[in-house]
């Protein structure tokens, strides 16, 4: 341990909430360098979607790594590049009706935000962009003058402008419609703020807390950004790649957005991969206008199609995950309810699960109970108030019972 604190900056985190040196992984289950087994209701904060070391993908990594294959390309064409587009054009667009031009910004989430903000503002000539309290779309300048936590827009060490923060979904508590305000604002003739040129909202907030968004919330949105001329940027950097359910969180919501940023379990297994997807009439970039040396990571193409093949050519993970996601909503419920005098809020979709409690303290108390019991939970929400539940996807239905009852567990410990 002493390695990391004497050669490691000061930044690190997550490892100061689990202080394990882990080692092997498979599946949902992480093993420290002692063979301690840990149950990973994290999931690399959603780039794990289909678990650690997913056998088919790692037998197409393998191969591919094997045959001298390109790994590194910038933006070169390469056969796995390819075989990307032709599968995620074949499984994930063609069978909802999208039409997307598919730009790789760079490997993590915060570049493809990055892309659609300088895209939306070349397309409209206009610079604000409409954020949403609780958001968070990434560390880079662009993303972090879209992202609403305090402590990360401290470190950006200068102004963070051309954002305008709204009320996320339901921050009004309902004692005012939808966008009352907003549009109260757009039509104002005095006062009110220049025209924006983008919207970006994530349809449920992770690091915000797991909060859900309701279906009618989006698609009053997406109507207002319509009639007004807005570029409607969904960031499903962390609620894509079925969390949700479907492959993208927007499609329950009926939306179409114009742009949409993916990466963490876009690459499958784990490797950076980041798109920004496009509509067509928007791709007015000029080439190489916006580039990056890690463009498109040739592994993360081909573990990224292995998994499209895998889960989207049928509905199964989709059930399964929606099956899951009712099971662990029913668990959380119950548990709420049995802890009289401490007030639990159970939220989320999908399989993607939050516990909010009144206060940052009692929920780091959980995670570190959870821990110490051998599960993997991580706190969220502005004052880190929520326990939030991300596991892989494709973990059993006895896996999953597994790390609810540590959780209660848990919870009950501290409670
Ligand atoms: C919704 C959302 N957008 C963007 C990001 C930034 O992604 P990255 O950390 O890969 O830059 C995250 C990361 O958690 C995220 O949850």
Same mark, same amino acid.
């Given at each position: 341990?002493?390695t990391?604190?004497?050669?490691?900056?000061?930044?690190?985190?997550?490892?100061?909430?689990?202080?394990? *040196?882990?080692?092997r992984?498979?599946?949902? &289950?992480?093993?420290?360098?002692?063979?301690r087994a840990?149950?990973?209701?994290?999931?690399?904060?959603g =780039?794990?979607?289909?678990?650690?070391?997913?056998?088919?993908?790692?037998?197409?990594?393998? @191969?591919?790594?094997?045959?001298?294959?390109?790994?590194?390309?910038? !933006?070169?064409?390469?056969?796995?590049?390819?075989?990307?587009?032709?599968?995620?054009?074949?499984?994930?667009?063609?069978?909802?009706?999208?039409?997307?031009?598919?730009?790789?910004?760079?490997?993590?989430?915060?570049?493809?935000v990055?892309?659609?903000l300088?895209?939306?503002?070349?397309v409209?000539?206009?610079? !604000?962009?409409?954020?949403?309290?609780?958001a968070?779309?990434?560390?880079?300048?662009?993303?972090?003058? *879209?992202?609403?936590?305090?402590?990360?827009?401290?470190?950006?060490?200068?102004? %963070?402008?051309?954002?305008?923060?709204?009320?996320?979904?339901d921050?009004?508590?309902?004692?005012?419609?939808?966008? $009352?305000?907003?549009?109260?604002? $757009?039509?104002?003739? @005095?006062?009110?703020?220049?025209?924006?040129? =983008?919207?970006? *909202?994530?349809? +449920?907030?992770g690091? /915000?807390?797991i909060? +859900?968004?309701?279906?009618? &919330?989006?698609?009053?949105?997406?109507?207002?950004?319509?009639r007004?001329?807005i570029?409607?940027?969904?960031?499903? *950097?962390?609620?894509?790649? /079925?969390?949700? @359910?479907?492959?993208?969180?927007?499609?329950?919501a009926?939306?179409r957005?114009?742009? +949409?940023? %993916?990466?963490?379990s876009?690459?499958?297994?784990?490797?950076?991969?980041?798109?920004?997807?496009?509509?067509? !009439?928007?791709?007015?970039?000029?080439?190489?206008?916006?580039?990056?040396?890690?463009?498109?990571v040739?592994?993360?193409?081909?573990?990224?199609?292995?998994a499209?093949?895998?889960? &989207?050519?049928?509905?199964?993970?989709e059930r399964?995950?929606?099956?899951?996601?009712?099971?662990? =909503?029913?668990?959380?419920?119950?548990?709420?309810?049995?802890?009289?005098g401490?007030?639990?809020e159970?939220?989320?979709?999908?399989?993607?699960? /939050?516990l909010?409690?009144?206060?940052?303290?009692?929920?780091?108390?959980?995670?570190?109970?959870?821990?110490?019991?051998?599960?993997? +939970?991580?706190?969220?929400?502005?004052?880190?108030?929520?326990?939030?539940?991300?596991?892989?996807?494709?973990?059993?239905?006895?896996?999953? !019972?597994?790390?609810?009852?540590?959780?209660?567990?848990?919870?009950?410990?501290?409670?």
């Open positions: 341990m002493g990391f604190t004497a050669h490691e900056s000061a930044v690190r985190s997550y490892c100061r909430a689990w202080p394990a *040196v882990f080692d992984a498979a599946g949902c &289950w992480l093993y420290d360098t002692g063979g840990y149950l990973d209701f994290f999931a690399g904060a =780039a794990l979607n289909y678990g650690h070391n997913n056998p088919a993908l790692k037998e197409a990594l393998l @191969g591919y790594l094997a045959g001298d294959r390109v790994v590194h390309s910038l !933006d070169m064409h390469t056969a796995a590049k390819r075989d990307f587009l032709a599968a995620f054009g074949e499984l994930i667009l063609q069978p909802r009706e999208l039409d997307y031009r598919l730009q790789f910004p760079g490997p993590g989430g915060a570049n493809a990055e892309a659609a300088k895209l939306a503002r070349k409209t000539g206009r610079t !604000d962009v409409i954020t949403f309290t609780g968070f779309h990434g560390m880079t300048l662009g993303a972090l003058s *879209v992202t609403g936590s305090p402590f990360h827009r401290g470190g950006a060490g200068v102004p %963070l402008t051309h954002a305008t923060p709204m009320p996320f979904d921050t009004l508590d309902g004692s005012a419609p939808g966008f $009352l305000w907003l549009e109260r604002l $757009l039509a104002s003739r @005095g006062g009110g703020p220049d025209k924006p040129a =983008a919207a970006i *909202v994530e349809t +449920v907030q690091e /915000g807390g909060r +859900v968004a309701r279906p009618e &919330w989006l698609r009053g949105l997406a109507d207002l950004c319509q007004h001329g570029v409607l940027i969904v960031d499903d *950097v962390q609620m894509g790649c /079925g969390r949700t @359910g479907p492959f993208f969180s927007f499609e329950t009926g939306l957005p114009d742009i +949409v940023c %993916l990466s963490k876009i690459g499958g297994y784990g490797l950076p991969l980041a798109l920004t997807l496009i509509r067509p !009439d928007f791709d007015i970039w000029e080439p190489g206008e916006h580039n990056g040396t890690f463009r498109g040739n592994p993360a193409f081909v573990t990224g199609t292995a499209l093949r895998a889960y &989207w050519g049928d509905d199964a993970l399964s995950t929606l099956a899951k996601g009712q099971r662990a =909503a029913a668990a959380l419920a119950a548990l709420a309810q049995s802890i009289p401490t007030p639990i159970p939220r989320g979709r999908g399989l993607v699960h /939050g909010a409690f009144e206060d940052g303290e009692l929920a780091g108390k959980v995670s570190a109970a959870a821990f110490e019991r051998g599960l993997l +939970v991580e706190t969220v929400g502005p004052r880190g108030e929520a326990v939030k539940l991300l596991p892989p996807l494709t973990m059993t239905d006895a896996e999953l !019972d597994q790390g609810l009852e540590l959780l209660a567990d848990a919870v009950r410990s501290v409670c």
